[in-house]
């Protein structure tokens, strides 16, 4: 088993900036891909960023250029820089670890994006 906890959501104004991080623990050896995804109300779950244990990186379209995803493998943690936030950047982020066929997630935090 893997455990996520997330941490550093919170409310801010359009253009200000937020740092999302999530601590893995548990069962973390093998750990493939660790992303973050995002849910607004009424919406589906989607994904925001990705990124490998080699270190390779996926976005959505609409945060590319404004979000980067990192991960300090010795600590098992991911983060999700948030620059020019916006306000349909506001919904629920989770954070998810693939682990061979199975998904780990975390309890989510708000990001909520003022205008």
């Known amino acids: 088993q893997v455990q996520l906890v997330e941490s550093g959501g919170g409310l801010v104004k359009a253009g200000g900036s937020l740092r999302l991080s999530c601590a893995a623990s548990?069962?973390?050896?093998?750990?493939?891909?660790m992303g973050w995804y995002r849910q607004a109300p009424g919406k589906q779950r989607e994904l925001v960023a990705a990124?490998?244990?080699?270190?390779?990186?996926n976005y959505a379209d609409s945060v590319k250029g404004r979000f980067t995803i990192s991960r300090d493998n010795a600590k098992n943690t991911v983060y999700l820089q948030m620059n020019s936030l916006k306000p349909e950047d506001t919904a629920v982020y989770y954070c998810n670890a693939e682990k061979g066929q199975d998904d780990y997630w975390g309890q989510g935090t708000q990001v909520t994006v003022s205008s």
């Open positions: 990124i490998t244990s080699g270190g390779s990186t």
């Open positions: 548990g069962s973390v050896f093998s750990i493939n891909a």
